[in-house]
């Protein structure tokens, strides 16, 4: 859509008002991040920049507020959140550095106590102000030195800076295996971002996707189905499996008949559902009209970089430091893609970003394009080292963090965000987070147990009134109790 001559200057006239006005594409964890950290900034409260953040959906929460599997403009539903769903991180590591869960928090909480946490973040920090709701950014697009924004109100506004925070939990990934559209197409299979409950759907049901949402999602539907197969890459016997789960590889096939084949040779007969818990595309569609992104896997590199930023669905490339687009249509600096990453703790990784980000915009001669290519073309040689033979493998890759990484990440961040006298503190991962992340699935088991047999009530009493070593304790203790013999235990 093009702007009309006329409305520009008008458009212009209005930026003036300060030196920066940014515009932030949605208010879920990724956007409250940044709104926080810019609003926080010496340069908001000096009057020397603005900001507003634009909301498709009526609150704050991203994928955290719940709705109904309606199909949107997408034909998907605003949010994959399901009724059981529990964080799979604890929450004194999963949150924001700046703000803890409330005392006395289950350590794995279900999905509307993160919703409430939020929610009570905006509020906290004063966000509510600086957020319009029920409405989209349907365009962006870099006209001579700004962002053109079209809005679904009708509204069009020019910005300095974007920063791009929809989410990557939408657009369901459907995958391509022989005979899938059949089964999609008579009813005989979805993907779970439709899931919202274990409803009967068949004797033999077939769970494909091995992640958090895969692992919940087989488990529930084993109560109300008699057998639950799940497929996964690399298949393995849980010790809380369900006796009617069976653990299958990777699904190859899907047939007329019912029967599915895996990429062993083995087959099971008779399915009569299949649900895909095969992940997310990531989609950008208000930049899209203009071709300020590419829908495409960017070609192999190096030796140079392609000039245009692309995404893969995968992945986001190239981007300075996670971040910036590295391409030649409109300035490094001026837009930002906040919490691509995956394989990571979300908020306070968001978090430093977002302190990286008032960096670049403040000082866009921080960002060094040689050095970033460097490092750009670093990642590239150590993802095919570790066996990426393709253009598509490496973009599987690129955003998948190792252990180490993620927290090598964070701290470069935030000493990244120390120029030019931001006043932002240099925050360092704590070791007791690395430690007690590494142990997540050991600890998620040994709470739910917990939870059972009603002890976690006493187990958090008063835990958080101390502030968040309290939460470290209670972490450990969960450890150690996950390693005691069980037989040798009393009521604890």
């Not at 791009?164 to 008579?186: C, S």
């Not at 930049?287 to 192999?300: K, T």
Request: include cysteine; charged fraction near 20%; aromatic fraction near 10%.
């Amino acid at each position: 859509m093009e702007i009309l001559p006329s409305v520009l200057p008008d458009l212009l006239r209005y930026n003036l008002q300060c030196e920066k006005r940014i515009c932030i594409i949605g208010a879920g964890a990724g956007g409250l991040a940044a709104l926080k950290v810019v609003s926080e900034s010496a340069y908001f409260k000096s009057g020397k920049w603005s900001v507003i953040a634009y909301e498709t959906r009526e609150k704050v929460g991203g994928i955290w507020l719940p709705s109904p599997p309606v199909v949107d403009d997408y034909n998907a539903p605003v949010t994959p959140l399901y009724d059981s769903l529990t964080t799979n991180i604890p929450h004194p590591i999963m949150a924001y550095t700046s703000y803890s869960f409330p005392p006395e928090t289950p350590l794995f909480p279900p999905a509307h106590v993160v919703q409430t946490y939020l929610e009570s973040y905006a509020a906290y920090s004063n966000l509510m102000p600086l957020i319009k709701f029920d409405t989209t950014v349907l365009d962006a697009r870099w006209e001579s030195t700004q962002w053109i924004v079209t809005l679904s109100d009708g509204g069009y506004f020019a910005y300095d800076h974007l920063i791009v925070t929809n989410g990557h939990y939408h657009l369901p990934r459907i995958p391509e295996l022989p005979g899938l559209a059949d089964w999609m197409k008579r009813g005989r299979a979805s993907h779970s971002a439709w899931y919202r409950k274990p409803d009967f759907l068949g004797d033999k049901i077939l769970v494909v996707g091995g992640g958090p949402s895969g692992d919940d999602i087989a488990a529930e539907m084993c109560t109300v189905s008699s057998v639950v197969i799940h497929a996964v890459t690399l298949p393995g016997t849980e010790k809380n499996d369900p006796e009617n789960l069976i653990r299958r590889g990777r699904l190859i096939e899907l047939k007329a008949d019912g029967q599915v084949v895996f990429d062993d040779g083995t087959t099971e007969d008779n399915i009569d559902y299949c649900i895909l818990a095969t992940g997310f595309r990531m989609h950008f569609p208000f930049l899209e009209g203009a071709s300020m992104i590419i829908n495409d896997i960017p070609p192999d590199f190096p030796p140079l970089l392609p000039g245009k930023l692309f995404n893969s669905t995968y992945h986001v490339f190239p981007l300075a430091k996670h971040l910036f687009p590295l391409q030649s249509l409109y300035p490094i600096s001026s837009i930002a893609f906040m919490g691509l990453l995956i394989r990571v703790v979300p908020f306070p990784l968001m978090e430093a970003q977002a302190h990286a980000i008032v960096r670049a915009f403040s000082d866009p001669s921080s960002l060094d394009p040689i050095a970033e290519t460097v490092d750009i073309i670093t990642r590239g040689d150590k993802i095919k080292r570790a066996g990426a033979s393709t253009p598509l493998a490496v973009a599987k890759a690129w955003f998948q963090f190792d252990k180490q990484d993620q927290w090598d990440y964070r701290d470069a961040m935030y000493q990244f965000a120390q120029g030019m006298g931001s006043g932002t503190p240099l925050i360092k991962v704590t070791e007791w987070e690395k430690e007690l992340f590494n142990l997540t699935q050991e600890m998620r088991s040994t709470w739910k147990d917990l939870e059972k047999s009603g002890d976690s009530i006493e187990w958090l009493r008063d835990v958080g009134k101390n502030g968040v070593q309290d939460w470290v304790k209670l972490m450990y203790r969960v450890v150690d109790y996950a390693r005691t013999p069980k037989n040798s235990l009393g009521k604890l």
